[in-house]
């Protein structure tokens, strides 16, 4: 499966963006479907993540009451909205999917395909 992420951008402190992850070569069926981000000189973290049989979506502390994760079934897409946007979310954001379990769902080497990234940069 490839991954495509997009939506990124420059948003003012505050503001809200919405991330979009387009599935091809085959739909999101059977994975868990992730979101992470990777800030300059930081490693890659964990932002949310869904899984697209069902079930709640789980998130950061970092993110939670801010970030909302969806799935749009008929379009085979992945969305991340962002509110509340803080300059500390500043960083490229990737969607990634993985054949993960609830232990290994937060963890990024358990992914598969990832997206190419999408920059979000968040001024103060």
């Not at 969806?70 to 300059?87: E, I």
């Amino acid at each position: 499966v490839q991954l495509q992420a997009s939506g990124g951008g420059l948003v003012q402190a505050g503001g809200s963006l919405r991330l979009s992850c387009a599935a091809s070569g085959r739909t999101f069926s059977g994975y868990t479907v992730g979101w992470f981000r990777q800030a300059p000189g930081n490693e890659r973290e964990f932002v949310t993540y869904i899984r697209w049989s069902g079930g709640s979506p789980v998130y950061a502390d970092s993110v939670k009451g801010r970030f909302t994760i969806s799935r749009d079934f008929a379009k085979n897409m992945v969305y991340l909205q962002m509110n509340s946007l803080k300059p500390e979310d500043t960083a490229a954001y990737y969607c990634a999917v993985g054949r993960t379990i609830t232990s290994t769902s937060r963890n990024a080497r358990y992914y598969d395909h990832w997206g190419q990234g999408t920059l979000v940069t968040v001024s103060s």
